[in-house]
């Protein structure tokens, strides 16, 4: 191992510039970067150069730590956690780095020497948005915890080109703008090269008879595509552990076609290049949706294939033997995007490595374990036979083959069910046939959870029963968590140091110490401090709107706060319809004593999807209406943040004092988003829907307002037809709300723009918001009258906060650690060589 020396100056030892965490060192550091790295002086650098100059500062720092634990890792050929997803929606790396670190007081206080401002800085950042919402943020805190709970880990994705696009609105429409994370260059990311994997995509295949006399099979691909790692360091707070990302990028094996460059046709050639690259370019805009794009299809086997390969040359690299490998790794599926492993996995233990059918199996199986994301149809993912066999011949025919054995496997535990067979099959022959890549998963994995307790029971009684009935051992619940540095440390840092200055700081590491809160719920100065914490944040987050939209609000009124995905399910129409139903109370009676309210929505609706746009439209054309109607005077504000973005909701989660949490019950598998508001002191106005259940079982029913069908009345009144126009003509207010919208007084006087929604919701209502509309508004009057009782609703929120332990995304991973991947801690200790002098 290579020793990083100290400078020494006679008898006096420096920390070392690349190590050093002093604010002396800090600054020397970041002006070698400044001058050596970025090429540029103080007078002619840009913001970006300074920002770039910090980032690589900590890089360094970072660096120490992440050779430290390669080595041991190493060394110790540690039992390691795959973890594999097509999306990592990390946020920016550079203030989370200097939490876990512990050096954000030392870098303000160095940057501000030098003139700067830390926020400022930290501004600059573009985020890797490289995921669409819930699904990709879980896996970045579960990155983070599983560095700071030091467990050996490798998050394994896609570097998309382009990650999910910028979201601008225009006449309050959505508009689309193409990502540019890339543009300024990514200082956190170090590419390998050398360990470049190929995939075949494509072809056919040939079976043959080799030297021993076995049938084999011989797959001759159409295109071999070159992916390249792109590693990252994950540190984990006050830990040594430095975890890896691990993002590969799509090349052409070689840039040019010699061949056909040679014969002067130099575009041809450079056409491969192309083509193969286009495999990254992209992540596809898609939340709890499946598209069944050929593109996204070989986006899957492209990362799965390089992540499975580089595993493999990991275990022989450290002399494992592949029969072990499922020691070594334990693979865990986010989601059925990468569940093409399984069929990848049997391939390459199979044709690549010479394994028998049985073996490999048994390793697949042990190896891998798969997460349910969803309840919604329109997410399972499933391939047509036909796009599926021609970009992946060879894994059709594993696939065939599992099926085969699994079906068997079936009949003996459930004879004469042939029903029960077609439900279950991997291969969909209701019509066109079609994979069902779900079924796949289940079939692959030792372990199947659900990211919620009623998710996972939704699974066992409904989307998965069949399975559930086959593999009850395999089922189990790990429910989601966020964690607490990115969430509260990070971006909430004045509740923070009043929580730590009442119980210590441990409950970073372990949340479920916010419980010592409690016993500060009596004590007036702490209920005070909590409040002006509180109405700080909120005055900041009223000059951001005033920056960003040019509306003024009023800091006093309840932040009523919806940022999430939009979709249907979500019903963020069912927050608009209780807009307008106070805005026709007002209208009604101008002097109504209302408690004044700011509605502030952020989020992305997927491009393709016309009716979330619409929601998006609707909502843009009520605060138009409300925001400049004089009769409303103050009471009411609309307000949509645009472009919501990781680095956005670090700034929105702590100014709300309402969470709207308000699926559909049985749709919203868990929800993240409602424990991140929790956390930093917002009450929930929610469904008993996915982790909504088990935050109320929590903070205590009192504290938690609760409204709407629950998930078996769903099902049961769907059961018994449902009906919205019968509610429509029954309730007055409602009636009332919907004939303003279709009257067009949110649309300059036009009938038809919001028609297709009004539509959609007085002949179908999907997710019954006709049904629950009552119980929402009554339960909205509720919370507007417990707000008027400040003293009550500061108790509410800090016993929120202290109640929120179970869903720090440590107590998930501790979870998984125990439950599924059989997997220890390995602490790391800086060694003697490189560890810098303090
Ligand atoms: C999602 C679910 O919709 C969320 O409820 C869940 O919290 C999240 C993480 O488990 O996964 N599934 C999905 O496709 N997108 C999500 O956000």
């Known amino acids: 191992m290579q020793t990083v020396p100290n400078h020494q100056v006679d008898n006096l030892q420096i920390e070392d510039d690349r190590t050093g965490l002093s604010v002396e060192c800090l600054k020397r550091a970041f002006l070698d970067n400044l001058f050596y790295v970025q090429g540029k002086f103080p007078k002619i650098a840009t913001k970006n150069d300074y920002y770039m100059a910090l980032a690589y500062t900590v890089r360094d720092r970072l660096l120490q730590r992440w050779i430290n634990t390669a080595v041991i890792y190493t060394d110790r050929a540690s039992r390691t956690v795959s973890y594999l997803s097509a999306e990592f929606l990390m946020g920016p790396h550079l203030g989370n780095n200097l939490v876990n670190l512990g050096i954000y007081d030392q870098v303000k206080q160095a940057v501000s020497e030098l003139g700067l401002d830390l926020e400022d800085l930290l501004e600059q950042e573009e985020e890797p948005g490289l995921g669409n919402g819930g699904l990709g943020r879980l896996a970045a805190c579960y990155l983070d915890s599983m560095a700071t709970l030091e467990i050996p880990s490798l998050g394994y994705g896609i570097r998309y080109e382009f990650g999910i696009f910028d979201q601008d609105i225009r006449d309050g429409w959505q508009v689309e703008i193409t990502d540019k994370w890339l543009h300024c260059g990514n200082p956190w990311e170090i590419a390998r090269p050398e360990w470049a994997i190929y995939v075949r995509l494509g072809g056919h295949t040939e079976a043959y008879t080799d030297e021993r006399g076995r049938y084999r099979v011989r797959w001759i691909p159409f295109q071999v595509i070159k992916g390249v790692p792109h590693d990252t360091p994950l540190l984990g707070y006050k830990t040594n552990t430095a975890n890896t990302l691990r993002l590969w990028t799509a090349e052409a094996p070689e840039s040019f076609d010699f061949a056909a460059f040679n014969s002067g046709d130099y575009l041809g050639a450079v056409q491969e290049k192309m083509v193969s690259e286009n495999l990254s370019k992209v992540l596809y805009p898609n939340d709890d949706s499946s598209q069944g794009k050929r593109l996204r299809l070989a986006q899957q086997i492209f990362f799965v294939s390089c992540s499975l390969q580089d595993m493999i040359r990991i275990v022989f690299g450290q002399n494992v033997p592949l029969e072990k490998f499922h020691e070594k790794f334990v ?72 099926n085969y054995h699994f079906l068997e496997e079936v009949k003996a535990k459930f004879p004469a069910d042939s029903d029960r067979l077609r439900r279950m099959s991997l291969i969909d022959e209701s019509g066109e046939k079609y994979v069902r890549m779900a079924h ?6 030792h372990s199947i959870n659900g990211v919620a307790a009623l998710h996972t029971k939704l699974l066992q009684q409904d989307v998965l029963r069949d399975f559930y009935q086959m593999y009850p051992e395999k089922f189990n619940n790990k429910t989601n968590g966020v964690t607490p540095r990115r969430f509260i440390v990070l971006s909430n840092p004045r509740l923070t140091n009043l929580i730590s200055s009442k119980i210590g700081d441990n409950w970073v590491k372990n949340l479920k110490d916010l419980k010592h809160l409690e016993a500060f719920v009596d004590d007036p100065e702490f209920c005070s401090q909590w409040r002006s914490i509180k109405s700080a944040i909120k005055q900041d987050l009223v000059a951001y709107i005033q920056k960003q939209n040019g509306i003024t609000v009023n800091p006093d009124s309840i932040f009523d706060i919806q940022a999430k995905r939009f979709h249907e399910y979500k019903r963020q129409h069912l927050n608009a319809l209780h807009i307008i139903t106070l805005y026709n109370r007002i209208k009604a009676n101008p002097d109504i004593d209302i408690t004044p309210r700011t509605f502030i929505f952020g989020g992305k609706a997927a491009p393709g999807y016309y009716m979330a746009k619409l929601i998006i439209k609707l909502i843009n054309s009520i605060g138009d209406v409300v925001n400049n109607d004089p009769d409303v005077r103050d009471r009411l504000k609309v307000v949509f943040l645009k472009n919501y973005s990781v680095k956005f909701a670090q700034r929105v989660y702590p100014a709300a004092d309402l969470s709207e949490q308000i699926s559909m019950a049985g749709k919203e598998a868990s929800g993240t988003g409602n424990m991140k508001f929790a956390l930093n002191g917002a009450l929930t106005i929610g469904t008993l829907d996915g982790a909504n259940v088990e935050i109320r079982e929590e903070v205590g029913e009192e504290n938690f307002f609760i409204f709407g069908l629950t998930a078996p009345e769903v099902y049961a009144l769907k059961a018994r037809g449902y009906r919205p126009l019968d509610y429509y003509h029954s309730n007055r207010e409602l009636k009332a709300v919907i004939d303003r919208i279709a009257s067009g007084h949110f649309s300059h006087g036009d009938t038809k723009l919001f028609k297709p929604l009004l539509d959609s919701l007085l002949y179908r209502d999907e997710y019954l918001l006709f049904a629950d509309y009552q119980a929402y508004i009554d339960c909205q009057d509720y919370v507007s009258q417990v707000y008027r009782d400040r003293d009550r609703w500061t108790r509410m929120s800090i016993l929120n906060v202290a109640r929120m332990g179970k869903f720090s995304s440590d107590r998930s991973i501790h979870d998984y650690c125990q439950d599924i991947w059989n997997i220890q801690s390995v602490p790391i200790e800086l060694g003697e060589c490189i560890q810098a002098k303090e």
């Open 331 to 402: 693979v865990q599926l986010n989601d059925t995007h990468p569940a093409i492993a399984v069929a990848e996995l049997m391939r390459l233990l199979i044709d690549e490595h010479d394994m028998g059918w049985d073996q490999a199996w048994s390793i697949t199986q042990k190896s891998l374990a798969y997460t349910n994301h969803t309840l919604l149809p329109e997410a399972l993912e499933r391939w047509p036979i036909s796009l599926f066999g021609e970009l992946l011949p060879r894994h059709l025919e594993i696939i065939y083959e599992i």
């Open 440 to 445: 796949l998963a289940c079939v692959g994995s």
